[in-house]
């Protein structure tokens, strides 16, 4: 079956870095965009980044422009998201997501689009 497996969460103060990664198996990789999503206590589910299934397309929520990168590596069947300049904000589960897109290298911000998920990593940063 298929399974996406986040990982490289934790606590980190405001201003430094982490990197989570998410590992998948059972689904052929490249035919899937990949997008990243959080949830803080309270909040709903919000749209973070997503990457085109060659790598070679990506888009952000505009609250982490220039401060993360998501990539990927199809040799490993992995995306990561590098997080960098964090922010207090920024607390919250990060969930891996899976979409097959119904327009080849079409990339979706809309959750529902999504066909797998993972258990999601949390992160924290502190002020």
């Known amino acids: 079956q298929v399974q996406l497996v986040e990982s490289g969460g934790g606590l980190v103060q405001a201003g430094g870095s982490l990197r989570v990664s998410c590992a998948a198996s059972?689904?052929?990789?490249?035919?899937?965009?990949m997008g990243w999503f959080r949830q803080a206590p309270g909040k709903e589910r919000e749209f973070v980044a997503t990457v085109s299934w060659s790598g070679s397309d990506t888009y952000y929520a505009n609250f982490v422009k220039g401060r993360f990168t998501i990539s990927r590596d199809n040799a490993k069947n992995t995306v990561y998201l590098q997080m960098n300049s964090l922010k207090p904000e920024d607390t919250a589960v990060y969930y891996c997501?899976?979409?097959?897109?119904?327009?080849?290298?079409?990339?979706?911000?809309?959750?529902?689009?999504?066909?797998?998920w993972g258990q999601g990593t949390q992160v924290t940063v502190s002020s």
């Open positions: 059972g689904l052929t990789f490249t035919n899937y965009a």
């Open positions: 997501a899976a979409d097959l897109p119904l327009i080849p290298g079409r990339l979706s911000v809309n959750s529902n689009e999504y066909d797998y």
